[in-house]
């Protein structure tokens, strides 16, 4: 070392200015006065301070050992430490059951798998480690591994030999030399597995809590297949409503098809996320199923309605919100169904409160289905065109629609996003004048 305090220089510069604490360090000199022992085990983040002269071959060896060791099980300490707070962070959006969530949380037990195994940090390079699988008929999907694939001829040997010992029931645990296989189960049908090859034999205790973690992953897997379920007769149910809606007035079909991609679209430009916008797009489509409750010689009247049969139509809304109270999970587009004819500044129907009260999504619909049906032929109008629907959107912004939702609509407009969708307005509309004059 250069000077006296050399050595100590380069604990701080390990310790401080690369942040690595992990690496173990022992100070070895043959100056003892210079640097007081009890000083710098007091001041400075070393494993051991020795003397030259005590530092026989011996010593030296039980020295690496014993800092080797430690390191090993500080290393072991930080990968669960890692997966714990994968898993932590994945678990409030757990119950929504986004891939992205299911993914992390997976990867997070994995992490403490790795650390309960001793798995090398990179071995996965070279070798496959673990992973954690689901079985889905004849299809296999790997949800989290401990790296990137590298071998894939013996990732899928891997994979067939799990997915057939989990299927025949054997559930051999160690299904290759040092492999063990842990299978997930709902109920007693095998959905997938676990398989990690750890450096080192695992005592009853570790295996036990193996199955502990594969017993969550597997909870995990249940909770999804029951999200999917709900979440497929919640979009049945949607489609039944808006079915119903469509065949009263065969107008405004494709109508709702579009104020769902529409509404989806603007929600994302305003930064919901995609899976959210999902959910906004398909309560959208209930935003007219209060038309089941109007009579047919006003809802296809051609000429302009009377104001008794006015009041007839506004009271519409009434009667969707009170079809969609029946179910909790309809809630949204109850919402949308009662309030999406209200006013940003008040004025609007059935309640005139100002619809700033009301939830975004319904806020977004007042835009889109305003200018959807300006641009739409009905027995009642003429389509306008598209700058004037345009205009009037715009001089609508802060007193009948949110300006915020308005920017975000417009923005979507002018970058061609729309595009599509105004075609399809088109279409109808040339369908529509098709139908009148007859073949």
């Known amino acids: 070392m250069e000077t006296d305090d050399a050595g100590l220089k380069l604990v701080e510069y390990i310790r401080d200015e690369l942040g690595n604490r992990m690496i173990r360090l022992i100070i070895r000199t043959g100056q003892p006065g210079a640097a007081p022992e009890r000083y710098v085990i007091d001041n400075f983040d070393i494993d051991d301070y020795k003397d030259k002269t005590e530092l026989t071959a011996t010593r030296l060896y039980t020295t690496v050992r014993s800092a080797l060791k430690a390191y090993r099980d500080l290393k072991t300490i930080d990968l669960n430490r890692l997966g714990l707070a994968r898993v932590l962070d994945a678990a409030p959006d757990l119950y929504r059951i986004s891939h992205a969530a299911l993914n992390q949380f997976f990867e997070g037990v994995l992490t403490q798998i790795v650390g309960l195994c001793n798995l090398a940090e990179m071995s996965f390079i070279a070798t496959l480690d673990g992973m954690i699988a689901t079985i889905d008929g004849q299809e296999i999907n790997v949800l989290a591994t401990t790296g990137p694939v590298k071998d894939r001829q013996r990732l899928d040997e891997i994979l067939k030999l799990c997915a057939e010992a989990v299927k025949d029931g054997s559930l051999l645990e160690k299904i290759r030399q040092n492999g063990i296989l842990i299978p997930l189960r709902t109920g007693v049908q095998p959905i997938g597995f676990v398989y990690v090859e750890p450096t080192r034999t695992l005592d009853d205790a570790d295996l036990d809590l193996l199955r502990v973690m594969a017993q969550q992953c597997s909870n995990a897997l249940e909770n999804q297949r029951l999200h999917l379920n709900l979440q497929e007769a919640y979009g049945s149910a949607i489609d039944m409503l808006s079915e119903i809606a469509e065949f009263k007035d065969k107008s405004t079909g494709r109508h709702i098809q579009r104020i769902d991609r529409y509404t989806r ?47 007839i139509m506004k009271a519409h809304v009434t009667v969707g919100a009170r079809i969609l109270s029946h179910s909790k999970a309809l809630l949204m587009a109850r919402e949308v169904a009662l309030s999406h004819h209200e006013c940003w500044a008040g004025g609007g129907y059935p309640t005139g409160q100002p619809s700033r009260e009301s939830l975004l999504l319904t806020r977004i619909v007042s835009v889109v289905d305003v200018f959807d049906a300006l641009l739409s032929r009905r027995p009642y109008k003429m389509p306008w065109s598209l700058d004037n629907a345009v205009s009037t959107i715009e001089q609508g912004a802060g007193t009948q629609f949110d300006p915020t939702v308005v920017a975000a609509f417009l923005n979507l407009l002018r970058r061609g996003d729309l595009d599509s969708l105004l075609e399809s307005v088109r279409h109808d509309n040339d369908e529509f004048l098709g139908e009148i004059q007859g073949p």
């Not at 959910?279 to 809802?299: F, Q, T």
Request: proline residues 9%; aromatic residues 2%.
């Open 265 to 311: 679209l603007v929600a994302i430009e305003l930064g919901v996320s995609p899976d959210e916008a999902a959910l906004y797009g398909m309560a959208s489509r209930l935003n007219d199923v209060s038309k089941i409750g109007i009579p047919d010689e006003i809802l296809r009247k051609p000429g302009k309605l009377t104001p008794e049969e006015t009041e």
